[in-house]
């Protein structure tokens, strides 16, 4: 963790909360209670704004866009760094400020030297990679004048210990690499179009093996509106990513909204939930979700977008904390569904409500969420490390030489799929295929289903069971 010394320079105020914020204005029956991170637990004036959630062991971490209340968002002494929170606390009620600026602009003529904004956290092979949106200040030549703008475009930060981290030189993906997005650099105004490229959402492609998916919002420059873009990793490489399609269904215009922001993919119940912010001319912003039952990548199988505040039990009523949610988060650890959005509501403040998913009632609709204080974290008891489901490892050396080992740990006795696929997504070896419970290690001699050794590459290791599903990656280099 960094000295002490250096947070009491990098914070004008750190301290930690204890407070369940109560709201006699809110309806009489509320399916919300909300616990909240204060942005001023870091900064007087400060409020969170976009930001990301990581839970590793009985410690809650969050990332948080950095926010002067008493400033605009686009201001340049604005929204230059991204702070870091811990929470202890199973309610997620108490939180301390441990850095004001984990990863902050820099200076020079550099992708990220005015603002960064929207961070996503995923894990890989004991590295965490921190995405988020890098707003570079610069002039660019165009006819027949020079015009200075803002470019936006998304990059990545990495840490081994989510306290010390390492910006990347280069951004990893930005308009230029997308075919199907407006890329007029001359079109400054309009809130400058031909630069809009932000809000990553990263996560384990489900169809791919090894293989991650980034959701961001552009503009199409076929229908001149916002909507959320799917990128694809290259050989599981989360620095290499290509275009696989743009999905049109969240276009703006659907919801009379003049823009798309913070798109957040998760999946219930055999379905994939795409919930975005769209800003309505009329009714401001509203968090807004389309449904799919087959790939989160097919553009094809979305449902049109509806308003999560219409079909969500206990949110009918207003004034209520689901109308006023931004940027909504979410994090699954085990049997436990947090969602959690930047509001200014009840108190006028900024502050990141915290409230627990929990299983729709018969009384609600079929495609409906419903939520509940963050108070059980279902099945711990006190302070212990909450367990995964299902995890999949690759013990030993790196690169695999000849045998990899791997080790499969199973909270729940059921059975199990566990497979070697190649970088392709091809099947190579069936490890196992029944019953398990608790640790199983399991080796794999670097050979295919008909007995001859594979060649030297990276493969992936998938563990499927009815608990949940879980890849390692393993380097082969004979």
Known sequence: MRPASRLIVLCALLASVSAARADSSSPARTEVCLSTFDGSLDTT???????????????????????????????????????????????LSTWTVVDCAAIAARSGRVWDNMHVWAPSIVYQDGTWFMFYTGVQYDTVATSPQLVTTEIQR???????????????????????????????????????VGWQFRDPFVMADPDRPGEWLMYYVAIDSTLAKFVVGVAGTEGGDLRQWHDIVPIRRTSAAF????????????????????IYMSNHFAANDQITYVLSAGSPSDSSGWSDPDSLKAVTC?????????????????????????MAGFSTWPSGTGLIQFSQMQPV?????????????????????????????????????????STASLRLTLADRGRVHVAIYDAAGRRVRTLLDGAAAGVTVLPWDGRGEDGRLVSSGVYFARATAASGRAIARIPLAR
């Open 314 to 338: 206990g949110e009918h009523g207003y004034p209520s904390p689901l109308n006023q949610l931004h940027a909504l988060e979410h994090m699954q650890t085990g049997q436990n569904e947090i």
């Open 255 to 274: 919801m009379q909204a003049d823009r798309d922001e913070s798109p957040q993919v998760f999946e219930r119940d055999g379905t994939w939930w795409l």
């Open 45 to 91: 004036n400060m409020q969170p704004k976009d930001f990301a959630m990581v839970r590793v062991g009985t410690v809650t971490h969050i990332f948080y866009t950095r926010q002067y209340s008493t400033h605009n968002y686009n201001d340049h002494s604005n929204t230059r760094a991204i702070g870091h929170a811990v929470s202890n606390d199973r309610s």
């Open 361 to 401: 009632e018969i009384v609600c609709p079929t495609d409906s969420l419903r939520f509940s204080c963050p108070d059980a974290w279902v099945g711990v008891d006190g302070d212990v490390r909450v367990p995964t489901r299902v995890t999949l490892e690759l013990i030993g050396g790196s690169p695999v030489r």
């Open 154 to 192: 998304i990059g990545v930060a990495t840490s081994t210990d989510l306290y010390s981290w390492k910006q990347d030189p280069t951004p990893v993906l930005a308009a230029k690499m997308i075919p199907w997005t407006y890329q007029d650099s001359t079109a400054i105004g309009n809130g400058g």
